[in-house]
């Protein structure tokens, strides 16, 4: 835990304050599923993916690095293959009622991900539910398949950086800020915030936050203590 964090959804009265900005990971932590597996089924290639996805996720990894080595071994994967792929990304419980209780507060809602903007967006449609603002990379596609390459924000840009230009686009100071994630990649955009929350943190990723949660149902308590919902 960060000094003066609180493992659980217990936090004292007097670190309450106003959130106008709360910033979701994906992969991990909206969701338990993980796009580039699911791609590299496709692929034939998931355990391989899966092996170096975890190794970047627990921070023995460069993160740009791993995600090129990954999207390089979905070369050919069709365009209807990727796109029955991103058909199996699943929301938690919990998610879809916790993202409109936030929307209904008046709080604006990211999602920053190292995932692909398909697999997302897919996903809000099909659970009926809505952020308001969505930092994702994307997966290429040139004569019907995937080229192997990935591109977008959030390959060599980190985090924090995103979270910071979003911020200062909606005039939101930092210090109304939670974010939420669970890998090493999401600890840039935890120290970043004002409140860190941890969903089901890999190793080393707890000491950036000031909660950690293992459902939805606590997120949304940990929010509430904070005054946020």
């Known amino acids: 835990m960060r000094p003066n964090g609180n493992r659980g959804v217990e936090v004292a009265t007097d670190e309450r304050r106003d959130v106008t900005l709360v910033a979701f990971d994906f992969d991990g932590t909206l969701s338990d599923d993980e796009m580039i597996v699911l791609l590299g089924e496709k692929a034939g290639a998931a355990e391989e993916i899966a092996d170096v996805t975890q190794r970047a996720m627990d921070g023995e990894l460069s993160y740009a690095e791993s995600l090129r080595e990954r999207a390089a071994l979905l070369d050919g994967v069709t365009e209807a293959e990727a796109a029955d792929a991103y058909e199996g990304v699943r929301l938690r419980d919990g998610t ?5 209780s ?14 692909f903007e398909a697999g997302v967006e897919g996903a809000l449609d099909r ?12 997966l290429p596609l040139a004569d019907g ?4 390459e990935v591109e977008g924000p959030l390959i060599e ?12 686009d909606l005039d939101i100071p930092m210090g109304e800020t939670v974010a939420v994630g669970d890998g090493a990649n999401d600890v840039p955009m935890l120290d970043a915030a004002a409140v860190a929350i941890g969903f089901r943190p890999k190793a080393g990723v707890a000491d950036h936050c000031d909660a950690v949660v293992e ?3 606590e997120l949304g308590g940990v929010l509430q203590d904070h005054g946020v919902v």
């Open 96 to 100: 879809a009622g916790l993202i409109e």
């Open 102 to 115: 936030l929307d209904a507060a008046g709080v604006e809602t990211a999602i920053l991900t190292g995932g």
């Open 127 to 138: 659970y009926g539910v809505s952020v308001d603002h969505v930092v994702a990379n994307r």
């Open 145 to 148: 398949a995937l080229t192997g």
């Open 157 to 168: 840009g980190t985090k924090d950086d995103a979270l910071e230009d979003l911020a200062a």
């Open 215 to 217: 459902t939805m149902d």
